[in-house]
């Protein structure tokens, strides 16, 4: 196995010209981007989508310039996924309480310095539907500084969808008896909140080139779907965070599912040669343990088209070939130093302080 990094499939060498190389070429790029919003606003300045945001306080290197402003007493994070409440609960967690975590410092700074007291998060369906995970779900409830907060009135007494499989149904139930307990929460005990707010799906983003809020319609839930009632409102906040899932980015040349947020492919298979995995296989859902059996199953159909021996160069035509373009690649052993580094220099407990720039990270390798 050898490990390229700091090279870029489209601007260090091409699709086309690792395909000459190797028997097999894997897309395993993952969904780095957001799904747009897609309302009147949605451009303006403050709406800021999760893989940008989550970007910028987990350190990518794409994303440290984001600057979101955190001065406002409100934000409204749309969606009701984990991504959701993993942006809820930065915006709200004390600095205490992400003493464990790798959060990047000036991410951590910014965040405390904030005036951010109420976490919108707005669910286009009902509690049933939501999507986030009941430990996910349940740690709002824990957190030092934040009250979740929930109109009783919107909670059904039990899941009843005979749709669902039963281990859903019991998933379901768990979230629906942990949204419960939040209801006898005194909002005003802590200095923070975060809102659940369900059947509300955002339809305009308001303010001038700023975000100063948003628009709203009350929805039932017909059939599985989100339907509008014809009932608005508004909310006051200066940032809009859409948590809506992320899509996959394209490769020239590679056909693309736009309304999916994946490659075109059938079982994994693109084209001779050509597989996806995960996220840029089948869209952008699921943790490891759900992706993992898409690798096994690439190494599989890889093993049925191409095991039976090769002409064809690998790695030692594309090592030729960065060289032949001066591409400064990164070896595991490289990459190992740069974990190292990280690592020593976290503040006990967080397990890491992170390298930001690449120019940081090829520094300390030049360091030797
Ligand atoms: P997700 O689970 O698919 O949730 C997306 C949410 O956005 C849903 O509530 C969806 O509502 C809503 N939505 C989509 N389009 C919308 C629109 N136009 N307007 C309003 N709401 C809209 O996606 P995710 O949160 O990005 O998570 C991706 C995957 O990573 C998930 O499988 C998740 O479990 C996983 N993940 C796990 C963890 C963890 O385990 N701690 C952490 C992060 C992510 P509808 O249901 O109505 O479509």
């Known amino acids: 196995m ?13 699709l086309d010209e690792l395909r000459t190389m190797y028997d097999a070429v894997v897309l395993a790029v993952g969904a780095p981007l957001d799904r747009p919003l897609g309302i009147p606003g949605s451009d303006k300045a403050g709406v800021i989508g999760s893989a940008a945001f989550v970007g910028w306080y987990n350190g990518h290197p794409d994303f440290q310039d984001l ?22 609960r930065v915006l709200v967690k004390t600095r205490a309480e992400m003493a464990t975590s790798d959060i990047v410092d000036y991410a951590l700074d910014a965040v405390q310095a ?5 976490v919108y998060m707005f669910g286009r369906r009902g509690p049933v539907e939501a999507k986030f995970t009941n430990v996910e779900l349940r740690e709002m409830g824990k957190l030092a500084d934040c009250v979740p907060v929930i109109d009783a009135a919107v909670l059904p007494d039990a899941v009843d969808d005979p749709g669902l499989s039963d281990r859903d149904a019991r998933l379901k139930a768990r979230n629906l008896a942990t949204l419960k307990e939040f209801t006898e929460r005194d909002r005003n005990a802590l200095p923070k909140r975060v809102h659940f707010e369900f059947y509300a799906a955002p339809v305009e983003v308001l303010g001038g080139d700023r975000v100063e809020g948003l628009r709203l319609e009350r929805t039932r839930v017909a059939d599985g779907r989100a ?41 994994g298979r693109i084209a001779d040669g050509l597989y996806a995995v995960g996220w840029a296989k089948r869209g952008p859902t699921g943790t490891i343990a759900t992706n993992r059996p898409d690798g096994q199953a690439a190494a599989a159909q890889i093993v049925e088209d191409h095991g039976s021996g090769s002409d064809k160069p690998g790695r030692a035509a594309l090592e030729s070939h960065l060289d032949a373009r001066g591409v400064r690649r990164v070896g595991y052993r490289d990459w190992k130093r740069i974990d190292a580094a990280e690592t020593a220099a976290a503040a006990d407990p967080a397990p890491r302080r992170k390298l930001v720039t690449l120019d940081d990270m090829l520094s300390l390798l030049d360091a030797g």
């Open 67 to 88: 600057d979101p402003d955190l001065d406002t007493p409100a934000v409204a994070v749309i969606g009701n996924g984990n991504v959701a409440i993993d942006v809820a």
């Open 114 to 118: 904030g005036s951010v007291t109420d």
């Open 227 to 267: 339907v509008g009632t014809g009932e608005f409102f508004e909310v006051e906040c200066g940032l809009v965070i859409p948590a809506i899932g992320y899509r996959s980015s394209g490769i020239e040349g590679v056909a693309f599912d736009e309304r999916e947020g994946r490659f075109v492919n059938e079982d």
């Open 2 to 14: 050898r490990y390229f990094g700091n090279v870029e499939v489209g601007r260090d060498v091409g």
